[in-house]
């Protein structure tokens, strides 16, 4: 048995103080083991810790016995287990104020994959939006086919985003509100098992979980996290779509929204967001595509074919200097640690290091994580 796993799932588990509280131990102290390890003597390396804290983290037996029965259930049913900081956890999210401890994951997709984007909005879309997420991933299948499309299998946009992207060939990814023990809504089984060997569940939830309507706020931050776009397609004034929408600003991601008629009520959030700039307004995939700086994925296809030749004398921008410096200082980093330190949005800084890719400058290793070829 995996004794981190172990206790970092029972981490999570712990009462007496809330996810962040744990994250917050689990990345100080260096694991969930460690964390039990320290159990008795916590406040010798939390000197802070309050005493509501240390008191309920002497007693790991109930913890422990669950943990023990969730691993159970993942080994049976054949669920990857992901570990924050692992090569397998999505980098994307690694470097989130909140980033969940454990991930349950059931699938075929790559998480780290080159682009990944979100499309959210409104339980109650209308056939205005059903059709914008259609002509959405049907184009952007043909200008930039390597994005992998992640919604929260709810009703409305999410579903029709999951099942454009299964009807295109792309590969889709839900994040569900509850364990992995059961699909909910139930009328979306079906598109959910077909998501298994073209994308794939993902939760932090542990199966017995129910989908609780706190659960789906709290989702929205993975959904935000792991990606490099939020999209909202419809939206009421308030909704589900635009706390993911806001999420992603916090984590400095890139929002769009299509504008909708005015006076519609499942357009007011989208229309709403736009005239706040708190979302670039796009009309189709290559408003998305050249915002994003996606444009060169067809050049970067066929110099993966052809073999990258490193230039000999590389000229590079201000951004690219400031990258390769970062990388020559630091070492090997992940995405989202270049993005924090260089303070370039991701998905600007992806365009930036394709380039530098083709120059020869950088070369991607495993796990999302760039290397400064000297």
């Known amino acids: 048995m995996n004794c981190e796993l172990l206790y970092s799932i029972a981490l999570t588990r712990m009462t007496g103080f809330n996810f962040q509280t744990a994250l917050h131990l689990y990345r100080t102290l260096g694991g969930g083991r460690a964390v039990y390890e320290h159990r008795n003597d916590i406040r010798d ?107 929260g299998l709810a009703y409305g946009i999410d579903i029709c985003a999951h099942r454009h992207a299964l009807a295109n060939g792309f590969e889709t990814v839900g994040v569900l509100a509850h364990g992995l023990d059961e699909i909910y809504p139930g009328g979306h089984r079906q598109t959910a098992k077909e998501m298994l060997s073209q994308g794939g569940l993902l939760t932090e939830y542990m199966t017995e979980t129910r989908p609780e309507k706190l659960n789906f706020v709290r989702r929205n931050r993975i959904v935000a996290g792991i990606s ?23 984590y400095n991601r890139s929002v769009f929204a299509f504008p909708g008629p005015v006076g519609a009520q499942y357009s007011e959030g989208c229309n709403q967001l736009i005239r706040s700039n708190g979302a670039t307004l796009i009309t189709c995939a290559q408003d998305l595509v050249n915002d994003m700086g996606w444009h060169t994925d067809a050049q970067w296809l066929q110099a993966q074919a052809d073999g990258i030749q490193r230039t000999i004398f590389p000229t590079l921008s201000g951004e690219e200097q400031k990258i390769a410096d970062i990388l020559d200082d630091a070492g090997d980093l992940q995405l989202n640690q270049l993005s924090v330190k260089s303070n370039i949005p991701i998905g600007q800084l992806t365009a930036l290091l ?19 070829m000297k």
């Open 228 to 250: 490099d776009a939020t999209i909202l397609v419809e939206s009421a004034a308030r909704g589900g779509g635009l706390i993911t929408t806001r999420i992603a600003m916090e």
């Open 45 to 151: 390396v939390l000197p802070d810790c309050s005493n509501r804290l240390a008191e309920s983290l002497r007693d790991w037996s109930l913890p422990l016995a669950r943990a023990e029965q969730e691993m159970t259930f993942i080994e049976k049913h054949h669920i990857r287990p992901l570990l924050l900081d692992t090569d397998d956890y999505p980098q994307r999210l690694c470097e989130c104020p909140d980033a969940p401890i454990v991930l349950y994951y059931m699938g075929s997709a790559d998480l780290n994959q080159r682009h990944v984007i979100n499309i959210v909005g409104t339980r109650h879309c209308t056939a205005y939006g059903q059709d914008l997420v259609s002509r959405l991933v049907a184009d952007l299948k043909q200008q930039c086919p390597e994005v992998l499309i992640v919604s």
């Open 354 to 372: 394709f380039q530098m890719e083709m120059k020869g400058i950088i070369r991607p290793l495993a796990g999302g994580t760039y290397h400064l």
